[in-house]
């Protein structure tokens, strides 16, 4: 496209910039007057994240060519103004920016409101925000913060907690100011001046084998590319995987497609070159061969394997078994079962991934958004060939993950083009190629039986689940070991059996995602819980609580819980709920024919941690001769908040307070490896390793000054003073002798959770804690056109003790926005779905009303009585708002999403059968 | 690819008539649909056509006996005119259009030269009889009922542009529901909209309904309109029978079943008459 020169207003200023005029505003401002606070989230108007105001009034940058925009009065984020400032405020108090990829957009969109109409309320400032999706924070604090400055608030004081104080207190996110100013810089927003960009280009088949023809000719064709990577490329080993077993996934596919979306070839060269090429004009030969869809398909007799060395492909078994299901069975005065379906589920993070590589001599430095830097660091070195040492894995920012990016995407592919070209790669997904090619949460089918005697105690649960794992293992082994451990839900259950298949097909590939597997688990089980409460005449609440594991329970697995076991406590805070909104719900149903009512309730656990792996985290603390004070951490926080969490854990443990640390993240050559942020496991494991690390270096402090426990800190530059009751002493820092970091005193700590081997059966200690949770969900269905609104969700959440309320709260509530989409409107269809219009995610509009309350059963392994959230948030949800509806309607569901064709469906039937 | 930016219509014509070029004004179809081509490696576009320079094509106005909307006129311009009742369906539909984002940027007649069967401005101006100001070759007044002639068709040809829509002023008033997933940025599973005239007794004079997303194009109810005339008000969604939507053809897609599709679209004729019932104010309330 040929460039012209425009000059735009951005924010008050004139700026000339060459661009193509049919190239995007957003474009444009990113990629030509690099100002990267507005995002690129979608490129099709579906997400809103690139909004900034034309004339005041928002629009998606997205959707503006850049010759429209001319003569215009453009403000973004980067812009400033008395109202934008006080929006910043209120979003940081409040906790409205998690990941913060969406936090540009929501502003100016709030901005766009309050400028129109400065006393806002709900409905005008929810239609306000309706055409910005936030994956992170189920809008509820977004809104509370628009509606605050709306209100005329304009001073917005987070807690400053001091020393000691920090565990507990709402301290706004220690690395939420950027997020405000749009000045974090996320995977796209690098932009090495010199760099190539990348583009894969993509099997649109789901099962092919494939050749690849003479490419000298297409670069002769295209002088812009500078070289096309295929297979033969790749210097080490062309494959990866989560474990040592499952390196079967290919950075450049070898001749065979497996699922749609697999990489044949990637383009490297000039920006406009590799994306002007025409796919089509690369010389690849398909032969296209059946695709397996689901997992019936794949395990029918006489399915071609879809891995040579799988020929069943059934890639793992999970298995639990204790006691004898016959047993309990026999001793049962009910007994449910039920089959039940999921569908795939796409992550919807607002940031596809991103990010670029340069050699830097003989080692590899790539920096990109990501869940696991370490893992990325051995995926990187195997693919090139070179000692882990020789890779740096920088994490950028990272605009959502929820087990999305545990797995690497553009990281090896970027770094063999780095290394072959020697110059910077970058690349940057588009919403689709992120769709398509990530992992998604697996689709299950499940059978499953339940008995209880006549008192209502559960005798027996056994469950047959198959998990469509696609066409690579990914975390698929995670998923079959981690459901027969919970899939009984938080019960007592004498008599189990939970057995799993994880299934390869050529469907989209199934991998991390909030819960591994388990959301889809309580689905089934809550329902028949539900079921033997009607059989036995018994309430949904009573039963629940009379069989609710509690301390000195032993679970399935056989493991006793000493401590922390809050879930009769969650049930109690939800008892008042649940009876009251239940009779409510009854009473309005007396006089409502259309509308119905209904009110469910269900429970969840989940382990904090990796089932039954070491999965350590290692943290250091260290003070420099001018006393900077560094928390060297390298826990990615994916915008749920373990920068700010595990801060407040190691500045209380050390004993001096929050504000007084700059914290390093995550990068490789900086950090000790605090393993994947996934299973629920940075509060819990690596909160304990920055406790130590705490610990560690007030011991070193202390004993500078011979000083008791109790002794109190004061850091003021570089003298450090230790009082210890009316004795005291001043450390000069700058007289201490500097190790080889610059530091003059440190700290360490390393922690991994104690975990045992389960064996044949299941039988172990997989967790060394849990998280417990009870959930009431409310809704109205219009029984005429099958559709539901969830009117109110009541959490209660057993988190140990929450370091931050506020930060706990955002993880409840983002938690319960992605179960009301599992339960009712998403599902990832491969070649259909594939973009953020055909593949729904809540909006600020779907959300209901959340009401948490915080459970704190202290956990004594956990730092300070902590476990984790992230995933627990989750998994009562979807079978809350099914029971709900069921209540409602009678219709029992046994296949999500519930899509109002589908419970529109089931209700003909309900009233047909009378 | 060339981009031309008129500023007046006889030039936006002559470039029209010489190259086959893409037309935008708000671009909040031609994007994504670049974006969706992009994805799996087609990203040739057409020339394109800008048409934001033609400052005639702005506005809404009163013109006597019909309010012309001009091509370039968005959603939010028409939320935020003053209009007679008639209208109020339209306005409905403008809020429900994508985000406030879409409504600023949308406009009422790029929505209907997309011509999508989901587009939620079609049923609308085929109940307000609108007719489309085509310029080209042969200049033409089109109405709606003609105007769109198939899945993404219509009758503006390759050398024509669409330069307004004009509804003609009748008394009654408008109404739209729609159905979707979700509340906001949803593409319609099904929409009616409806306007109806009625007398002092409270009787339909004039119903003109109109069903989207359940058939290649939005589609009159004729049947059920003649039904109506004559009923009261009040009972004018018990009218509603299957044999009225019987010319539809809905289809199955990820959002819906076809099945579904034709049960909502009655459900849906339904609560849009009964809409009329109650005069706005006490909607509102309710």
Redesign the interface.
């Known amino acids: 496209m040929t460039v012209e020169a425009f000059t735009l207003l951005v924010n008050g200023e004139s700026r000339a910039v060459q661009a193509a005029p049919f190239a995007s505003l957003a474009d444009t401002l990113r990629e030509r007057l690099r100002l990267t606070g507005t995002k690129i989230g979608c490129d099709a108007g579906d997400c809103g994240a690139c909004t900034v105001l034309l004339d005041d009034e928002q629009v998606c940058a997205c959707l503006v060519p850049t010759a429209q925009a001319e003569g215009r009065a453009i403000t973004t984020i980067e812009g400033s103004s008395g109202l934008v400032e006080r929006l910043r405020e209120a979003f940081l108090a409040h906790g409205a920016a998690q990941c913060g990829v969406c936090t540009p957009g929501m502003i100016m969109a709030a901005a766009a409101a309050l400028t129109r109409d400065p006393a806002a309320g709900r409905a005008a400032v929810e239609d306000a925000l309706g055409g910005v999706l936030c994956r992170c924070t189920g809008y509820v604090k977004i809104v509370e913060a628009v509606l605050d400055v709306a209100r005329g608030a304009n001073a917005f004081a987070s807690a400053a907690a001091e020393a000691g104080e920090a565990v507990g207190a709402r301290i706004a996110r220690v690395d939420g100011r950027p997020k405000v100013d749009g000045t974090d810089l996320f995977g796209a927003d690098h932009q090495p001046s010199d760099a190539l960009w990348l583009r894969l280009v993509r099997s649109p088949h789901p099962s092919a084998r494939f050749t690849v023809g003479d490419l000298a000719p297409v670069l002769a064709r295209h002088p812009g590319l500078v070289r096309v990577l295929t297979a033969a490329d790749i210097p080490g080993a062309n494959s990866f995987g989560v474990f040592p077993t499952t390196k079967d996934q290919p950075v450049l596919a070898d001749g065979v497609v497996r699922m749609r979306g697999d990489p044949v070839a990637a383009l490297v060269g000039a920006r406009e070159a590799v994306e002007a090429f025409p796919d089509g004009d690369l010389p690849v030969a398909y032969e296209v061969l059946p695709a397996l869809s689901g997992a019936a398909a794949a395990l029918a007799g006489g399915a071609p394997a879809i891995h040579a060395e799988i020929p069943g492909n059934v890639l793992t078994r999970g298995y639990l078994e204790r006691g004898s299901v016959a047993e309990g069975h026999a001793l049962a005065a009910a007994t449910a079962s039920g089959a039940f379906e999921t569908a795939f589920v796409e992550h919807a993070y607002i940031e596809p991934e991103a990010g670029h590589a340069k050699r830097v001599g003989d080692r590899m430095e790539v920096t990109a958004c990501t869940q696991a830097p370490v893992m990325d660091q051995e995926e990187v070195a195997r693919v090139l060939g070179l000692p882990m040492a020789a890779v740096r894995i920088v994490p950028t920012a990272c605009g959502g993950g929820f087990g999305g990016k545990l797995d690497v995407s553009v990281q090896p592919v970027l770094a063999v083009a780095a290394w072959l070209t020697g110059r910077p790669v970058r690349v940057v997904y588009s919403r689709t190629e992120s769709m398509v090619s990530s992992t998604k949460r697996h689709p299950a089918s499940i059978r499953a039986r339940m008995s209880a005697d006549a008192e209502g105690r559960f005798t027996a649960y056994e469950m047959e689940a198959d998990f469509n794992t696609g066409a690579y293992a990914s975390w698929g082994p995670t998923v079959a070991n981690r459901v027969p451990v919970h899939a009984t839900g938080p019960y007592r259950v004498p008599h189990v059996r939970n057995a799993t298949r994880a299934v390869h097909t050529n469907d989209s590939n199934a991998g991390a995602f909030r819960g591994f597997g388990v959301p889809q688990a309580a689905i089934a089980g809550e329902a028949l819980i539900d079921d033997l409460a009607e059989a036995l005449g018994m309430d949904r609440w009573t039963i629940r609580r009379a069989n609710a594991l509690r301390r000195g329970d032993a679970t399935p697995s056989g493991q006793v819980l000493h401590a922390s076991a809050g879930l009769p406590e969650c049930l109690d805070a939800v008892r008042g709920d649940f009876f009251g909104r239940a009779a409510e719900a009854e009473a309005f149903n007396a006089r409502s024919s259309r509308t119905k009512r209904g009110v469910g309730l269900a429970c969840m656990w989940y382990g904090c941690g990796n089932t039954s792996l070491s999965n350590p985290s290692r943290m250091r603390i260290a003070l420099s001769a001018r006393g900077e004070l560094t928390f060297f951490n390298g826990a990615v926080d994916i915008g749920q908040g373990s920068t700010t969490v595990l801060l407040q854990i190691a500045a209380d443990a050390l004993g001096l307070p929050a504000r007084l640390f700059c914290s390093v993240v995550g990068d490789t050559d900086l950090t000790y490896d605090a393993g994947k942020t996934s299973a629920s496991r940075q509060t819990f494991v690596s909160g304990n390793a920055a406790r130590l690390a705490g610990e560690d270096l007030r011991r070193r402090v202390l004993a500078l000054a011979n000083a008791g426990p109790e002794a109190r800190l004061i850091l003021d530059g570089a003298r450090l003073r230790i009082e210890d009751g009316p004795a005291g002493r001043t450390v000069d820092l700058a007289a201490l002798t500097p190790d080889g970091t610059g530091a003059v005193l440190a700290g360490e700590g390393r922690y991994d959770p104690p975990t045992t081997a389960l064996d044949a059966n299941g039988q172990g200690i997989p967790y060394a804690t849990y998280g417990f949770a009870a959930q009431v969900a409310e809704v109205d269905v219009d029984t005429v056109l099958g559709t539901v609104k969830v009117r109110r969700v009541v959490a209660a959440h057993d988190v140990g003790r929450a370091v931050n309320p506020t930060l706990a709260e955002g993880q409840i509530h983002g938690g319960i926005a992605q179960g009301l989409g599992l339960a009712l409107m998403e599902e990832f269809v491969p070649g259909r779905t594939e973009n953020l219009h055909d593949y729904l995610i809540p909006t600020v509009g779907d959300v209901p009303e959340i009401v948490v309350k915080l459970i704190e059963d202290r956990e004594p392994e956990g730092p300070f009585g902590a476990k984790g959230v992230g995933e627990p948030a989750l998994v009562a949800t979807a079978p809350a708002i099914l029971g709900a509806i069921r209540h409602a309607t009678g219709v029992r569901v046994t296949r999500v999403p519930v899509l109002p064709h589908r419970l529109h469906e089931a209700l003909r039937l309900r009233a047909a059968a009378g | ?3 031309f ?1 008129p500023a007046t219509l006889a030039e936006a014509l002559a470039i029209r008539g010489g190259e086959d070029v893409a037309v ?1 004004a ?3 179809d031609v ?2 649909a670049h ?2 081509r ?8 057409k020339d ?1 056509l ?1 048409m ?1 320079g033609v400052a005639e094509l702005r506005g809404i106005e009163d013109r006597g006996d019909h309010i012309r909307i001009g091509a370039l006129a968005t959603w ?1 311009e028409l939320i935020r005119a003053e209009l007679p009742p008639l209208f109020d369906g339209m306005k409905d539909a403008a ?1 429900q259009i ?5 409504q ?2 949308g406009t009422v007649v790029g929505n209907a030269c997309t011509a999508s069967p989901a587009g939620d401005g079609i049923p609308n101006l085929l109940a307000l009889d609108a007719a489309f100001e085509i310029a080209g070759p042969a200049p033409a007044r089109v109405p709606a009922s003609a105007f769109f002639t198939g899945y993404r068709a219509t009758a503006c040809g390759p050398r024509d542009i669409v330069t307004g829509v004009l509804v003609p002023k009748r008394g009654g008033r408008g109404r739209f529901v729609k ?1 979707g ?7 319609s ?1 099904a929409m009616v909209a409806a306007a109806v005239e009625t007398d002092a007794a409270g009787r339909v004079v004039a119903a003109r309904i109109a069903v989207g997303a359940c058939s290649a194009v939005a589609r009159r109810l004729p049947a059920l309109e003649a039904d109506l005339a004559g009923a009261a008000v009040a009972d004018a969604a018990r009218v509603v029978a299957p044999r009225h939507l019987s010319d539809l053809a809905p289809i199955d897609d ?4 076809a ?3 034709t ?2 679209a009655r ?2 004729v339904a609560d849009c008459l009964a809409g009329f019932a109650h005069p706005p104010a006490a909607e509102e309330a309710a």
């Open positions: 690819m060339r981009y930016r935008i708000g671009g909040t994007y994504p974006a969706a992009r994805a799996w490696g087609d990203p040739v576009h394109v800008d934001s939010t809020r994508g985000g406030a984002q879409v600023n940027r159905l997933a979700r509340k906001y940025l949803v593409i599973v990820v959002r819906a079943s099945a579904y599709r049960a909502a459900a849906l």
